[in-house]
Every structure is written in C-alpha cells, then in structure tokens.
T-cell receptor, first 113, second 112 residues
Framework: DAGITQSPRHKVTETGTPVTLRCHQT?????MYWYRQDPGHGLRLIHY???????DKGEVSDGYSVSRSKTEDFLLTLESATSSQTSVYFC????????????FGPGTRLTVT | AQRVTQPEKLLSVFKGAPVELKCNYS??????LFWYVQYSRQRLQLLLR??SRESIKGFTADLNKGETSFHLKKPFAQEEDSAMYYC??????????????FGSGTRLQVQP
C-alpha cells in the first residue's frame, strides 16, 4: 500500500462547513495527488503536489484548496462544503523510478448533507 | 488536452469466457498507459503498464498507436476478476507537469 493512509475514512458534514481531509505517507515520496471518484466520471484530479509548498490545480479544483507543509502530509480542504462535493476522495503518490505509476490510499467517503 | 474513453460502463460475462475491456485515448505526445483495478470497497491497485508488456493475473494489454487503443484482455474470465477497471494515461498537463487522466471505468461482472 506504499505506506499511504487517509483520515478520516468516513465523514458526514453539513453544507457550508469547512472540511479538511488528510493524506499521510511514510516513504518520503515527492509527488502526491488528490482525486475524487464519482459514478460515470471515474477519477478526476483535484490538486497535486510536486513537493513541500509546491502545488498545482487539477481538472476539478474549484471549491478545493491544498497545503503541503511537510513531505509526508498533503491536506485537502473544502472551504465551504456543498452537496456536489459528496464523493469518495483518494490520495495517491507517484513513484519516481523507471516507471511513472501511482499508488493510492484507501479513500475517504465524504457526504455533504 | 489528454482524454481516456472507456465506452462500456458494464461488461457481464460467464466464467471461462474471454474478456476484452476497451480503452481509447487522445494525447498529442507519447503516452504512458496503465490499467488499474478496484475490487469492492478497496483502494485502486495498479494492474499493468504498457511499457513493461507484462501479464498480471492472466490479463494483457497492447498499445495500438494507430488506433489509439489500449484494450485489456483475458482469455478465460474468473469470478474473482469481478471488479471496476480503469484505464489511465500519464501525460503532461498544461502546467508542464505529469499527471494521470482516468477513463470513467468499466465494471466487469463474471457470472458463475
């Protein structure tokens, strides 16, 4: 599992509240990613990071922000949660060896009521 | 922009039948393609990558640049193959940085 954990694993929150999801990795990988998984859309990239304090927007970044102050932690924040952000969120790391491939965390199921 | 298309949402076959999960891509550069699998309520796992031309769990996939396809095949399906399968392309975003683009996924159901 490439030492990737996510917390919380499940969360129910109300519309308009801020929510922060945490991705933690233990293997010192430089590249980290946040995706959301929705039926009919597969996985869509929200934000990604190429290192501490180095982040970029992905395909569906509106309404989300990220921070990476330490190599091991990549935080995803929903500034003001909306029902359209109900989804399963996956964090991933990318290895930097011969093959460019990603390994995923267990996911966080977020419900916004 | 890069795009990955998986035209089938659901593929249902009987045990022992051949399986082909379709994947087409659009990318202006030289693509790196992958298949990921997600078993029920588990994390995504890398199944195979085109560059290593390997066979994992009996699955193979060949990159066809002329048809821009990377279909996943298995000659004899097993019940334990039932899962969600995602095709993914690694390419450079507008930012100049590499990221994966996923297809919408195909659910494979293998019936006994």
């Amino acid at each position: 599992d490439a030492g990737i954990t996510q917390s919380p694993r499940h969360k129910v929150t109300e519309t308009g509240t801020p929510v922060t999801l945490r991705c933690h990795q233990t293997e010192n990988h430089r590249y980290m990613y946040w995706y959301r998984q929705d039926p009919g859309h597969g996985l869509r990239l929200i934000h990604y990071s190429y290192g501490v304090k180095d982040t970029d927007k992905g395909e569906v970044s509106d309404g989300y922000s990220v921070s990476r102050s330490k190599t091991e932690d990549f935080l995803l924040t929903l500034e003001s949660a909306t029902s359209s952000q109900t989804s399963v969120y996956f964090c991933a790391i990318r290895t930097s060896g011969r093959f460019d491939e990603q390994y995923f965390g267990p996911g966080t199921r977020l419900t916004v009521t | 922009a890069q795009r990955v298309t998986q035209p089938e949402k659901l593929l249902s076959v009987f045990k022992g039948a051949p399986v082909e999960l379709k994947c087409n891509y659009s990318y202006s550069g030289s693509p790196e393609l992958f298949w990921y699998v997600q078993y029920s309520r588990q994390r995504l796992q890398l199944l195979l990558r085109h560059i290593s031309r390997e066979s994992i769990k009996g699955f193979t996939a060949d990159l066809n640049k002329g048809e821009t396809s990377f279909h996943l095949k298995k000659p004899f399906a097993q019940e334990e193959d039932s899962a969600m399968y995602y095709c993914a392309l690694s390419g450079f975003m507008d930012t100049g940085r590499r990221a994966l683009t996923f297809g919408s996924g195909t659910r494979l159901q293998v019936q006994p």
